[in-house]
């Protein structure tokens, strides 16, 4: 699949205001891909006025579904999230059932992707919302990564640090496990030389909140990733 090339995108949230010259130097920064989500606040209005918006441009866009009400055809792909250390299974399998009862016969099998979180940030709004044990260390974190690709066949290993920059060992660690699921990297990355830093064990690394921050610094990721 596509996904399997791609080394840096960025994420954007529905919930948080963009101008269009913005998502123009987003969408032809040569990134790989956009990725559309985000926690709260999520709806079809503001997943709809991104996607729209976002079409003007070739490249290719991807919803990351956090809620059933703001999932609308048109993507790319659709990114599924299955929080795997999440202490409630709401989160880790119960909305997918419910979403698989109601429109099953409807999917689109070949554009939905699952992506196996494992949430490390306690404070950031994923961990709360999804009651995630964030109280791991690194073999307990290279288990996730080995059920995820060798259980659950998952095509992505998403190390999530959501709000601030990680340990560089551990998603090291996680790699050094994995062999066809692919490892995403995100949360906190702030420069070229964090996102390089990341690229060099992960697969893909997602850029999130600096977009909102410093727009230039993020776009600055891009080039550094990849150069390597
Ligand atoms: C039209 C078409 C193709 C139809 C497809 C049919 C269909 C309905 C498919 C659905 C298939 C399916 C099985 C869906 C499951 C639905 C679901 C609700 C799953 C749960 C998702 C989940 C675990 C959400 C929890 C939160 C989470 C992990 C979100 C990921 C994004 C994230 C961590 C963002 C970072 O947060 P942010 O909001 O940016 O935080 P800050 O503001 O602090 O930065
Ligand atoms: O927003 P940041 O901290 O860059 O994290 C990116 C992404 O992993 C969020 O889901
Ligand atoms: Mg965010």
Partial sequence: MEFQNWRHVFKVDPAKPMTDEMLEQLCESGTDAIIVGGTDNVTIDNVLDLLVRIRRFT???????SNL????PGFDYYFIPTVLNSSNTRWVKDLHHQAIKEYGDIMMWDEL?????????????????TEANTELDAEDVVAY????????????FYLEYSGI??????????????????????????NAEQAKEMAQSANTVVIGNIIYEDLKTALSTVKAVKEI
Avoid: H, W
Avoid at 69 to 72: F, Q
Avoid at 146 to 153: I, Q
């Fill in 165 to 190: 920059y990680g340990n560089p060992n551990i998603v090291k660690d996680v790699q050094a496990v994995l062999e066809n699921t692919r490892l995403f990297y995100g949360g906190g990355i702030s």
């Fill in 145 to 156: 990564a080995r059920m995820a690709e060798n259980l659950f066949n998952l095509p992505i």
């Fill in 69 to 72: 009400e703001s999932v609308t």
């Fill in 59 to 65: 490249v290719p866009v991807v919803l990351e579904i």
């Fill in 113 to 129: 992707f699952a992506e196996g979180y494992c949430i490390l940030n306690a404070d950031c709004k994923a961990a709360k919302v």
